[in-house]
Structures are given as C-alpha cells and as structure tokens.
C-alpha cells in the first residue's frame, strides 16, 4: 500500500476532507534550474497539492495530520491504462491509415482526432473507477 501524510481540513458524518502534497524530486535536483520538468511543475499552479475524501470512523479536526493509503494496484492500473490506452490508438490509427489515405494531411488529422478520443474514453472510465472502493484512498491512522 502506498501512504501518504495529509492535513485534515473538515470532517463531517463520517467523511474527512484531507489535502496532501505530492512529494516531487525536482525540490532537491542540483540541475533544478536547467530542467524543463522542473519549469512545467512550476507552471502547473500550487505543486501538487490534492484534496481528496476518505472515509473516518475516528472523529477528526482541522488541522489534524493523518495518514492515508492507496492500493499499488489501482495505482498501476490507472498508470497503465492512461498511457497504453493512447499509444494504441496511435499506432492503430497510423496502421489502418497507411493504406487508406495519400494525404499526410488528413492521416495526421485521423490520427490526432482518435488519440484525442482515447484521452476523452480514459478520463471517463478513470471517474467511474474512482467510484469504486478499491480506488479510493483510506484513513490508515491519525499521527497529530
């Protein structure tokens, strides 16, 4: 099981609402300036920070830190699915448009408009996953 630490910021019935902070290496890197890595997570807003809703029969408070936990599994398989979902339609697209089309043109267009498509296909599976109990982080104690 993968932890993490968060800050509780309410609780209410049963349901805590948690923040934490995506650890990243790009913090402690000597090349961290020279990185475009680094420049895009700068780029991308508060540094990762998530709020998420796990499930307490423990009363808690603002303010408090716990820890939380999510299954490698569910972690893989998201991984895996957001990034072969879309490769395979690339290569698909490409292979079934070689022979069907002259135009590189209309072939790049094709193959944009389905990779788009699986993207779209992904994030909504990806919800309807999140629905389910094994994709949902939970509360593994209260630290402070």
């Avoid at 999510?70 to 490769?87: D, N, R």
């Avoid at 690339?90 to 993207?119: M, Y």
Wanted: glycine share 6%.
């Amino acid at each position: 099981m993968l932890t993490e630490n968060a800050v509780v910021l309410s609780y209410c019935n049963g349901i805590a609402k948690v923040q934490c902070e995506s650890q990243s290496a790009c913090g402690s890197c000597a090349a961290k300036q020279g990185c475009g890595t680094s420049v895009l997570s700068e780029l991308a807003g508060e540094k990762g920070k998530h709020i998420l809703t796990v499930e307490s029969l423990i009363p808690l408070k603002a303010g408090q830190i716990v820890q939380i936990g999510l299954a490698e599994k569910s972690l893989i398989f998201t991984a895996l699915l957001m990034y072969m979902v879309p490769l395979i339609s690339i290569l698909l697209t490409t292979f079934i448009t070689e022979n069907l089309f002259v135009n590189e043109l209309t072939r790049a267009t094709l193959i944009f408009l389905t990779t788009a498509l699986s993207f779209l296909l992904v994030r909504r599976y990806s919800k309807q996953l999140n629905q389910q109990r094994a994709y949902q982080p939970v509360l593994l104690r209260v630290i402070g």
